[in-house]
């Protein structure tokens, strides 16, 4: 009994397991683990149903959502399924390593990113915004922490991961009325129950990138009430102090992902047409 493995065997037989703790999420637990045939490195992201049973009460069609979600995307900027070992307790899953961290712990680390940076990091997460709307995937809870760095290089590529919220529309025009997602990064129009849809995943990614350029979230409260309130309200503000050095063009993606009507916000596609994309890139000027 005492020696038993917690493991499929399958996927011990194929790979080794770290004891190594990547992260922590709300549904998994993140080890490291190597293909032992190749000695290649991945994570291994270990869902446990009991956890999933009392978290969704009864709604485990969630796990099954981010399986199927996680075998069909292909993209560099999202976290690639590789393998998948399921036993009566729980989920295994085999993805690429992101071997960065997180943007969150990175962005605690600088306090703020230039333009310049900053808008390499926005480019690359709508590049995987894009790809997800375009296949009818709205992934509902963007946010620093499921945001990775692929490696520890200064110009990393950026990875989206956590695909536990999102949920493949059959149609486009579905209306999703699952309460879910993250205070701070979650849009209004969810917030009143009005139903959400792909112009959620633009409202995060506009609260991410001036959280980026500033240190602090547009919205804010003392407790999780009031934050919930300034969401709501939709009312955000350029602080003179700390915005006065960063360019129009920033403020105007921003305002155009933040713009309280889901149906008027600007569609990933869009955004990255965004000249802040060919501004930020080219004056050296911004950063310091
Ligand atoms: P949850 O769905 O439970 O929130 P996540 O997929 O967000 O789980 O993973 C939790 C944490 O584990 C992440 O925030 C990150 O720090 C770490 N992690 C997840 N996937 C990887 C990966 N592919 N490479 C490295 N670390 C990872
Ligand atoms: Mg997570």
Redesign the pocket.
């Known amino acids: 009994k005492n020696g038993a493995s917690p493991y499929p065997a399958e996927l011990e037989k194929r790979y080794r397991i770290s004891k190594n703790v990547?992260?922590?999420?709300?549904?998994?637990i993140?080890k490291e683990c190597m293909d032992k045939e190749t000695g290649e490195s991945y994570?291994l992201?270990i869902i446990s149903k009991k956890v999933i049973k009392s978290m969704t009460q009864g709604k485990e069609d969630m796990l099954t959502t981010e399986l199927d979600i996680l075998k069909k995307i292909q993209h560099e900027n999202l976290?690639k399924l590789r393998d998948l070992y399921e036993t009566k307790d729980g989920v295994y899953i085999v993805?690429?390593?992101?071997r960065g961290?997180?943007l969150f712990n990175q962005l605690l680390l600088k306090g703020s990113y230039t333009e310049k940076d900053a808008a390499s990091l926005v480019q690359q997460m709508l590049k995987g915004v894009e790809y997800l709307h375009e296949h009818g995937i709205v992934h509902r809870d963007l946010k620093p922490?499921?945001l990775?760095f692929k490696d520890k290089l200064e110009d990393s590529i950026l990875m989206i991961?956590?695909f536990?919220l999102s949920k493949i529309l059959t149609k486009n025009d579905d209306i999703l009325m699952t309460a879910c997602g993250t205070p701070g990064y979650v849009a209004p129009e969810v917030l009143l129950q009005k139903g959400y849809n792909k112009p959620v995943d633009l409202w995060s990614v506009g609260v991410i990138t001036y959280t980026m350029l500033c240190g602090y979230p547009p919205f804010y409260g003392e407790n999780q009430s009031m934050l919930l309130q300034s969401i709501m309200a939709g009312k955000y503000d350029y602080e003179e102090e700390d915005w006065c050095d960063i360019s129009n063009d920033a403020k105007d993606l921003i305002d155009k992902l933040l713009c309280y009507d889901p149906l008027k916000r600007i569609t990933a596609k869009d955004a990255l047409q965004h000249n802040w994309f060919i501004s930020a890139a080219d004056v050296n000027l911004l950063d310091n």
């Open positions: 990547l992260g922590v999420g709300s549904f998994a993140v994570a992201k976290v993805t690429d390593l992101a961290g997180e922490e499921n990775l991961t956590d536990g």
